[in-house]
């Protein structure tokens, strides 16, 4: 499966003719029908549906849709709808012009005083009279259909451009990681010998009575203790581990943003604990690097989904 980023647009049109009615055959209805998806990342799927009242029933339709394709982000969906007339003016039918008149004789004969229907007042309302509405449910739907393809298609091309990102910086803290391995050992070696260099020049500088031996085992006690509250391997081990998993969870994609949020937070804890344990200047360091690349890797799995 592949890793989908929760940022995405796509955008699409379709121009659809509607037949006048028989009697006016020349005449037609041009329709342009346009659907655009955004999407931002967020913690839940959040949709957001901006429809024009002739298209608002579709709506239910829609998030169905979305719905069953997506699982996080911010997507905002607008719909527009434009129609014009292929022609800048219609010809009122026959039968709407003898309806008009017969009208008007009526109204007449009640009301004497009353004005004449002008042509302007004829064109207007015959205009709205043959005006009939069209369904535009099915085509919006197979043209949402299409939007959202190209909105799966933009976020899995910007989930592959972060997974390889991801893997990238995951590689760099390996890299860390094996420099501050060998550190260790080291840094216990010079202590130990710090401290069997103190005890001999307190030894030799005192009144003490202790026996050189007992005051040699008392520095390699402390030396130990010292390498006990200095090793790293545990930090080491974990945060390679937690490596292995991100870098398993981008090869098998879907769903792994929380995941990896997760794993984000205990990198973070395991360079926290390296960094804190220093005793060099050298693996702190190392520590503040991890860091840095754990924060960049944090702010890129805010994105996938």
């Known amino acids: 499966m592949s890793v989908y980023s929760m940022t995405g647009y796509a955008t699409v049109q379709s121009s659809t003719t509607q037949s006048a009615p028989e009697t006016e055959p020349r005449q037609e209805a041009n329709s342009r029908l346009g ?16 429809l024009p009242d002739e298209l608002r029933q579709a709506e239910p339709a829609l998030r169905e849709l979305l719905t069953g394709k997506l699982k996080r982000g911010k997507v905002e969906v607008r719909v527009s709808l434009e129609s014009a007339s292929a022609s800048s003016l ?21 009301l004497p005083q009353a004005s004449a229907l002008s042509v302007a007042d004829v064109l207007r309302i015959a205009t709205n009279e043959d005006k009939k509405p069209h369904d535009h449910s099915e085509e919006l739907l197979k043209l949402a259909k299409k939007a959202l393809k190209d909105l799966m298609a933009a976020r899995e091309r910007e989930g592959a451009r972060l997974a390889d990102m991801l893997l990238d910086r995951t590689a760099q803290l390996r890299a860390l990681a094996a420099l501050a391995v060998p550190m260790v050992p080291k840094l216990v070696e010079q202590q130990k010998t710090r401290f069997l260099e103190r005890w001999k020049e307190a030894l030799a500088l005192g009144s003490s009575t202790a026996l050189p031996e007992i005051a040699q085992d ?72 991890m860091k840095v690349l754990i924060e960049q890797i944090r702010e890129q799995v805010q994105n996938i989904e």
């Open 35 to 50: 659907v655009e998806i955004r999407s931002v990342n967020s913690r839940f799927l959040d949709l957001a549906f901006r």
């Open 90 to 110: 219609r010809a009122p039918s026959a039968a709407t012009l003898q309806r008009l008149g017969s009208l008007e004789d009526s109204i007449k004969s009640w």
């Open 218 to 289: 008392r520095a390699l006690t402390e030396a130990t203790a010292f390498a006990i509250r200095i090793d790293v391997a545990e930090e080491i081990t974990r945060l390679s581990s937690h490596l292995d998993e991100i870098d398993r969870l981008l090869a098998s994609g879907g769903e792994l943003g929380k995941r990896l949020d997760f794993l984000i937070q205990e990198l973070h804890r395991e360079a926290n604990t390296l960094g804190s344990k220093s005793t060099s200047l050298e693996l702190t360091r190392i520590s503040v690097d």
